[in-house]
């Protein structure tokens, strides 16, 4: 039967003092600051160069490092207990959810340890390098621990979201359009007037069909630009298209997309200059021609 003990802080401090002998000590003050995510005692647990790395890190991803590793969103209260054989036990609790981290016996090979871990039923061994006289993490499972490449895969991971939403926003600006026209007889002369309402009410200056920051023509890091074109022939409406291209190029986005006036998504690496409808088709038609 496991005994529980609440945290206290001469208890953390002496299982912070015990990283510098002891991995699995250091691998459950880790733990510790991921739990609480405390950026500064999670980072003394890393290599050297892993800590520099990771404190240039954004904020939003400093926080999602510490999150893998003890899968809690948000920061939590730890709980320090041991099972029978003397394993450690932690608890991480958060107002949502609350995690249980249960560490093994460590095998120590010179400069090496690995410690196994069992979070939430899964298991993992975590390896611990012997750097500057502590231990410091090295390894999840059979994966180095290696900051600078995470970086780089969430950055392309980042990019391909916003791209994502982008595309998102173009089709939803082009119903809401087709939307308006339905609604009032004629295409709105702006995106500003597809945003809310004031409270007199839904008009031809304010339709209520997107929210304000679409509405805006700037939204998730994305410049949206919107143009009436004339009508293919005297029995048939105008029509239009849909740009979008990154606001800051290389860092919200890489890519510039048209949705043009049959509905077909074009663009690519346009490095930052409006999409045509002489770019490449991207996919083929999933809407009505505009």
Same mark, same amino acid.
């Given at each position: 039967? !496991?005994?529980?003990? /609440?945290?206290?802080?001469?208890?953390? #401090?002496? *299982?912070?003092?015990?990283?510098?002998? +002891?991995? =699995? %000590?250091?691998?459950?003050? !880790?733990?510790?600051? /991921?739990?609480?995510?405390?950026?500064? #005692?999670? *980072?003394?647990?890393?290599?050297?160069? +892993?800590? =520099? %790395?990771?404190?240039?890190?954004?904020?939003?991803?400093?926080?999602?490092?510490?999150?893998?590793?003890?899968?809690?969103?948000?920061?939590?209260?730890?709980?320090?207990?041991?099972?029978?054989?003397?394993?450690?036990?932690?608890?991480?609790?958060?107002?949502?959810?609350?995690?249980?981290?249960?560490?093994?016996?460590?095998?120590?090979?010179?400069?090496?340890?690995?410690?196994?871990?069992?979070?939430?039923?899964?298991?993992?061994?975590?390896?611990?390098?012997?750097?500057?006289?502590?231990?410091?993490?090295?390894?999840?499972?059979?994966?180095?621990?290696?900051?600078?490449?995470?970086?780089?895969?969430?950055?392309?991971?980042?990019?391909?979201?916003?791209?994502?939403?982008?595309?998102?926003?173009?089709?939803?600006?082009?119903?809401?359009?087709r939307q308006y026209r339905e609604a009032f007889g004629t295409l709105p002369e702006q995106l500003e007037r597809l945003g809310p309402a004031p409270k007199e009410g839904v008009s031809?200056?304010?339709?209520?069909?997107?929210?304000?920051?679409?509405?805006?023509?700037?939204?998730?890091?994305?410049?949206?630009?919107?143009?009436?074109?004339?009508?293919?022939?005297?029995?048939?409406?105008?029509r239009f298209e849909l740009a979008a291209t990154p606001v800051d190029y290389g860092r919200t986005g890489r890519r510039s997309f048209l949705l043009d006036a049959e509905g077909r998504?074009?663009?690519?690496?346009?490095?930052?200059?409006?999409?045509?409808?002489?770019?490449?088709?991207?996919?083929?038609?999933?809407?009505?021609?505009?």
């Amino acid at each position: 039967m !496991a005994m529980c003990l /609440a945290l206290a802080p001469a208890r953390l #401090a002496r *299982a912070q003092e015990a990283q510098e002998t +002891n991995p =699995a %000590a250091a691998l459950t003050s !880790a733990l510790l600051g /991921a739990c609480r995510q405390n950026e500064a #005692a999670f *980072a003394r647990y890393l290599t050297a160069d +892993n800590a =520099a %790395a990771y404190l240039k890190l954004p904020e939003e991803q400093r926080h999602e490092l510490m999150k893998r590793f003890v899968l809690v969103a948000d920061p939590g209260r730890p709980l320090l207990s041991s099972d029978a054989a003397g394993n450690t036990i932690i608890r991480c609790s958060s107002p949502s959810v609350t995690a249980e981290l249960r560490l093994g016996k460590e095998r120590v090979r010179e400069n090496l340890a690995f410690v196994p871990l069992d979070i939430a039923g899964r298991q993992v061994e975590i390896g611990l390098v012997r750097e500057g006289g502590g231990w410091r993490l090295l390894s999840v499972g059979l994966l180095l621990l290696d900051i600078p490449a995470l970086q780089k895969q969430w950055e392309v991971a980042e990019l391909e979201g916003r791209e994502n939403s982008a595309i998102a926003a173009l089709r939803r600006l082009a119903d809401a359009i087709r939307q308006y026209r339905e609604a009032f007889g004629t295409l709105p002369e702006q995106l500003e007037r597809l945003g809310p309402a004031p409270k007199e009410g839904v008009s031809p200056e304010r339709a209520q069909l997107v929210e304000e920051e679409l509405a805006s023509g700037i939204k998730g890091g994305y410049r949206f630009r919107y143009r009436i074109l004339p009508a293919a022939d005297e029995n048939s409406q105008p029509r239009f298209e849909l740009a979008a291209t990154p606001v800051d190029y290389g860092r919200t986005g890489r890519r510039s997309f048209l949705l043009d006036a049959e509905g077909r998504l074009r663009g690519g690496d346009k490095q930052g200059a409006v999409a045509t409808s002489g770019d490449p088709l991207i996919e083929p038609r999933l809407s009505r021609p505009n």
